[in-house]
């Protein structure tokens, strides 16, 4: 937001000051420039906008001194921003005129400087670079916006009519990786949860669909979260299991507008539940797989732990060591020394050396053994 203070501090004026006292004056926002520039016969003040800040000479002072009283108090009475007299024809303001700008708080200028054009061009252009800087701080603030949540919960009322207070999420894929079963998968699926939600009493609304290769389903509440165990999850699964042979992931149970959160949930118990070939997986009981889920989703995390490892990878092409390896093989040990060594088949005293140029190469040389390891732990969890 461009202020009076700001166009005041514009090097085009040589002297700029107020012509009477009006509190708050430097701190009136200014939305355009404006000018007065000739005789206003024809009392159209109608041109000046609220939120101008207006540029005049009142050169028809000279031959009609009554106007440039009258043009004053006119423009005041718009609820221009601020008004700037260049010093030629008048060099006071009347008494009225400065009642006028004190009630109003619309501030009354004289200055000295340069051409009229330069002033005005100067004005004009902080405003519009202003108003760039301000389409961009919104651009920024969309990049940089949390989920909306009431989009989220738009976009499932779209998808399913849902309506509810939380919801939970699950991701299913046959053990046999073809159409046909991803198919009759989804049949099995929407019996089961037809099933379960006449069952349960609190369920607003059950949906299931395919995504990808996947089919998740969908279980909405209508009343609000429970704990962060809900008491439904064993008897959900339970329901599930009978619905073929298949690898599945469970969601905790989320308010609706972090329903999105939901979904990456039950794909992360999913990646899970394949990678153990177990048939369901919580992501409630996921523990330490739950954290290296987020992690690897979070791109700022991400590139947080890429750096670590890319210093570490830069001196091992440079000096043909093995920090990183050390340095993953240390934070899978829990900082444990001996295990480390056992771990690469080294001697400990030359897992305690690599330790020490670990350090130098990350710049944390005053990190004790146990502080490096946590650093490691975090850089290596994805």
């Known amino acids: 937001m461009i202020t009076v203070a700001d166009i005041c501090e514009l090097p085009v004026f040589d002297s700029i000051r107020l012509a009477c006292p009006c509190p708050g004056a430097y701190d009136r926002a200014v939305v355009g420039v404006g000018t007065l520039d000739h005789e206003p016969f024809t009392k159209d003040y109608d041109l000046f906008s609220p939120g101008e800040f207006i540029f005049t000479t009142l050169g028809f002072a000279e031959q009609y001194p009554e106007l440039a009283e009258e043009a004053l108090i006119a423009l005041i009475e718009r609820n221009v ?5 260049k010093h030629i024809v008048v060099r006071e303001v009347s008494d009225r005129v400065a009642r006028l700008s004190q009630e109003r708080g619309v501030p009354v200028f004289f200055y000295d400087g340069r051409y009229m054009e330069r002033i005005i061009a100067g004005a004009i252009n902080l405003i519009d670079a202003d108003a760039f800087d301000s389409e961009r701080i919104h651009l920024l603030d969309e990049i940089l916006a949390p989920s909306d949540e009431q989009a989220i919960r738009a976009h499932f009322y779209e998808i399913a009519g849902v309506t509810g207070a939380t919801i939970q999420c699950m991701a299913l894929t046959p053990v046999t990786d073809d159409e046909v079963s991803l198919r009759a998968l989804q049949r099995n699926i929407e019996d089961v949860l037809d099933n379960y939600g006449r069952r349960w009493g609190d369920v607003e609304r059950t949906f299931v669909c395919q995504y990808r290769g996947v089919v998740l389903g969908f279980v909405s509440f209508k009343r609000p979260p429970l704990k962060a165990v809900a008491v439904s999850d064993a008897d959900l699964e339970k329901c599930v299991a009978i619905a073929g042979q298949f690898w599945c992931g469970i969601s905790q149970e989320v308010t609706l507008g972090e329903g999105d959160i939901a979904l990456r949930q039950a794909m992360a118990a999913l990646k899970t539940a ?37 210093l570490l990878a830069d001196y091992d092409e440079d000096h043909e060591s093995e920090l990183g390896l050390t340095a993953e093989a240390f934070a899978r040990s829990l900082g444990e020394v001996k295990f480390t060594a056992e771990a690469l088949f080294q001697h400990p005293n030359t897992v305690r050396y690599r330790l020490k140029k670990i350090k130098e190469v990350l710049g944390v040389t005053q990190f004790s053994d146990r502080e490096l390891a946590m650093l490691l732990v975090l850089a290596y969890l994805a």
Not at 280 to 304: E, G, I, P
């Open 81 to 85: 921003t601020a008004i700037a007299i």
């Open 274 to 310: 394949r990678k153990e070939q177990v048939q369901t997986v919580r992501w409630t009981t996921l523990r330490l797989d739950a954290f290296r889920a987020a992690a690897s989703s979070d791109r700022m995390y991400m590139r947080a732990s890429h750096l670590v490892k890319s």
